[in-house]
């Protein structure tokens, strides 16, 4: 029987491009070598994409040919951006044909619908949220309008277009953020991931400092409520009938969860299972898959919350569609802890990418035939 076909897509445009690649790494050492042959695809800081075969170190595929992806339906196959020497010709043909892809790439263009966009004009499975809930998870403040509006508890937050700012000034904008949420406060670009861009604000000239960093990032920025709450995640898994793994727990030995704790601060702790009471990792499962669903997520998703210490209210913090796949990354963690191994997650997740293609397909494209006028249907109509 022959192998499945599979695009191992990392690297990106995003502050997020180093992640990328540790997360893809580890996807490539977990894939089922009987099960798949596996082509890497990683883009370059400038947009770029590149083929390799699997035997190729990760970050030297971004030195190999330069390919795209015709937005075209049916084209699941690449194509070289320029032409290839005669002894180079099979090698490629054989890379370039493709069954699904595993996009991992984090951050703008790769978790915010604009690649799931691609992907779908050229009808190939991929891995993942469609192209309006990734961009919905991506984007924090309309994600906690949603959210909100389903009568989800999310913390207290306010927003500003970088216009505002740029009208307003940061001085006025602390305080209109203080006068509505008061202090200490968290400040975000609405669009980013691993924490890039984020500060606590404990003061008013910190508010502003922060709202300068934030709008670095991202032309929208909200301010939210500093909780004083664990850090709860939990992993959601499937299309139609999601389910939910069991909570775990970041303890960072910073003042939260930022880029340095995430990624290089050894003594972050990963608590799984999260030392929870029965109820509440009962209710966190439960408001996870009710977030995942408003949000008409699909595939899979990491569910961030914050339980309050002094009264355990539970708040949704926020949804990543691409969580990180890195070796101590929550979400492949939470999975295994929960009965499901990290090569098994990811044949699930390719099983489900195929289903939704093939559900997909399924819609017609094509417009209804021209009604027939019959002589007793003109008639009737008289």
Same mark, same amino acid.
């Given at each position: 029987?022959?192998k499945?076909?599979?695009?191992?897509?990392?690297g +990106?445009?995003?502050?997020?491009?180093? @992640?990328?690649? &540790?997360?893809?790494?580890?996807?490539l050492? *977990? %894939?089922?070598? =009987?099960?798949?042959?596996?082509?890497?695809?990683?883009?370059?800081?400038?947009?770029?994409?590149?083929?390799?075969?699997?035997?190729?170190a990760?970050?030297?595929?971004?030195?190999?040919?330069?390919?795209?992806?015709?937005?075209?339906?049916g084209?699941?196959?690449?194509r070289a951006?320029?032409?290839?020497?005669?002894?180079?010709?099979?090698?490629?043909?054989?890379a370039a044909?493709?069954?699904?892809?595993?996009p991992?790439?984090?951050?703008?263009?790769?978790?915010?619908?604009?690649l799931? +966009?691609?992907?779908?004009?050229?009808? @190939?499975?991929? &891995?993942?949220s469609?192209?309006?809930?990734? *961009? %919905?998870?991506? =984007?924090?403040?309309?994600?906690?309008?949603?959210?909100?509006?389903?009568?989800?508890?999310?913390t207290?937050?306010?927003?500003?277009?970088?216009?505002?700012?740029?009208?307003?000034g940061?001085?006025?904008?602390a305080?209109?953020?203080e006068?509505?949420l008061g202090?200490?406060?968290?400040?975000?670009?609405?669009n980013?991931?691993?924490?890039?861009g984020?500060?606590?604000?404990?003061?008013?000239?910190?508010?502003?400092?922060?709202?300068?960093?934030?709008?670095?990032?991202?032309?929208?920025?909200?301010?939210?409520?500093?909780?004083?709450?664990?850090e709860?995640e939990?992993a959601?898994?499937?299309?139609?009938e999601?389910?939910?793994?069991?909570?775990?727990?970041?303890?960072a030995?910073?003042?939260?969860?930022?880029?340095?704790?995430?990624?290089?601060?050894?003594?972050?702790q990963?608590?799984?299972?999260a030392?929870?009471?029965?109820?509440?990792?009962?209710s966190?499962?439960?408001?996870?898959?009710q977030?995942?669903?408003m949000?008409?997520?699909?595939?899979?998703?990491?569910?961030?919350?914050?339980?309050?210490r002094e009264?355990?209210?539970?708040?949704?913090?926020?949804?990543?569609?691409?969580?990180?796949?890195?070796?101590?990354?929550?979400?492949?963690?939470?999975?295994e802890?929960?009965?499901?191994?990290?090569?098994a997650?990811l044949?699930?997740?390719?099983?489900?990418?195929?289903?939704?293609?093939?559900?997909?397909?399924?819609?017609?494209?094509?417009?209804?035939?021209?009604?027939?006028?019959?002589?007793?249907?003109?008639?009737?109509?008289?």
């Open positions: 029987m022959e499945l076909r599979v695009g191992l897509l990392f +990106g445009r995003s502050v997020e491009h180093d @992640v990328s690649i &540790v997360s893809a790494t580890s996807i050492a *977990a %894939l089922d070598q =009987d099960r798949y042959e596996v082509s890497l695809l990683a883009v370059d800081l400038d947009g770029q994409w590149h083929l390799a075969n699997a035997q190729t990760l970050p030297a595929v971004l030195g190999e040919t330069s390919v795209f992806l015709p937005a075209t339906p084209a699941t196959v690449l951006a320029d032409e290839l020497p005669a002894s180079a010709v099979d090698a490629f043909d054989r044909r493709l069954d699904v892809i595993i991992i790439i984090h951050g703008r263009g790769g978790e915010d619908g604009a799931q +966009g691609l992907f779908d004009l050229a009808e @190939v499975p991929y &891995v993942g469609g192209v309006l809930s990734s *961009a %919905l998870q991506m =984007d924090k403040d309309i994600a906690k309008r949603l959210l909100n509006s389903a009568g989800l508890p999310v207290p937050w306010v927003r500003f277009t970088d216009f505002e700012l740029e009208k307003q940061l001085p006025a904008a305080d209109h953020a006068s509505e202090l200490p406060v968290y400040v975000k670009p609405a980013s991931g691993s924490s890039i984020i500060s606590r604000a404990e003061s008013i000239p910190e508010l502003i400092a922060a709202l300068a960093l934030a709008r670095q990032y991202d032309r929208k920025v909200i301010v939210e409520t500093a909780v004083d709450g664990r709860i939990v959601v898994l499937g299309n139609d999601p389910e939910a793994s069991i909570p775990g727990e970041i303890r030995a910073q003042a939260f969860y930022d880029y340095d704790a995430k990624y290089r601060d050894e003594a972050t990963l608590i799984i299972p030392e929870l009471e029965t109820s509440q990792i009962e966190i499962q439960s408001i996870a898959i977030a995942y669903q949000l008409e997520a699909e595939g899979m998703a990491r569910v961030d919350f914050l339980v309050e009264t355990g209210r539970i708040y949704i913090n926020e949804l990543n569609s691409l969580p990180g796949f890195t070796s101590v990354s929550m979400y492949p963690k939470l999975w802890a929960s009965g499901l191994p990290y090569s997650l044949d699930r997740l390719i099983e489900l990418a195929l289903e939704r293609h093939d559900r997909r397909g399924k819609l017609e494209t094509q417009p209804p035939p021209p009604t027939q006028v019959t002589a007793s249907t003109a008639e009737a109509n008289q």
